[in-house]
């Protein structure tokens, strides 16, 4: 299957019936496009950034027949129109075997409650862990990893990689990072940093084999 990074955590996956969308929040210029050409939408977590709540509401308006998952208070700010999923849930969506991992955001401080979020492995291959460093009780081939935001710390990255122990990883989740900061990222957490894993830096629009 080829996977096509967006900006931010958003990302496509195609090979199977039709194309998977992955977190296409506001963040992403081009979310309600996405959206638009998407069979189905996987939403880890209710946050703007990775959840566009308008453009989705508006493509349900169009097209209701689109599958919509994410956790209940996704499929609340939808009205209904997505279905709910959970920590073990096995979901085949758009030609796609998806596996469901998580429960909660990460601590963020201790004044913000964590909210649902939850974690998709595609496949049995890849895995987008939302905004979450909880290790999935499962083998892990390519590993998107997130490297930006108020919840993120490297050393955390790190240990999250090492416990995984992917084959392959691949930054998401970086638009808060410079050029400067993603590439201190690719050193400090790559092949030559704390994980001897190299952190491929996908550019936005760019594909790859997955």
Request: with cysteine; glycine share 10%.
């Amino acid at each position: 299957m080829q996977l096509t990074k967006h900006a931010h955590a958003c990302v496509t996956l195609t090979g199977g019936d039709g194309t998977l969308l992955i977190d296409p929040g506001t963040f992403t210029p081009d979310a309600a496009d996405l959206i638009a050409a998407a069979t189905a939408v996987l939403v880890t977590h209710e946050h703007f950034d990775h959840f566009d709540e308008a453009a989705l509401a508006a493509e349900l308006d169009r097209r209701p027949e689109l599958r919509v998952h994410g956790p209940a208070a996704v499929r609340e700010r939808l009205g209904g129109r997505a279905v709910t999923v959970r920590s073990g849930d096995l979901l085949e969506v758009a030609g796609f075997r998806v596996a469901v991992h998580g429960e909660r955001h990460a601590l963020i401080h201790e004044d913000i409650p964590p909210v649902d979020n939850v974690g998709y492995l595609i496949e049995g291959r890849v895995f987008h862990p939302g905004d979450s460093y909880r290790v999935p009780e499962a083998r892990v081939e390519t590993l998107l990893l997130p490297t930006s935001g108020p919840w993120t710390k490297f050393g955390e990255a790190a240990e999250f990689v090492r416990a995984v122990r992917p084959a392959r990883m691949i930054q998401v989740h970086e638009l808060m990072l410079s050029e400067l900061g993603q590439n201190s990222a690719r050193m400090l957490l790559g092949e030559k940093g704390l994980t001897g894993l190299p952190l491929e830096i996908l550019p936005a629009g760019e594909s790859t084999d997955v």
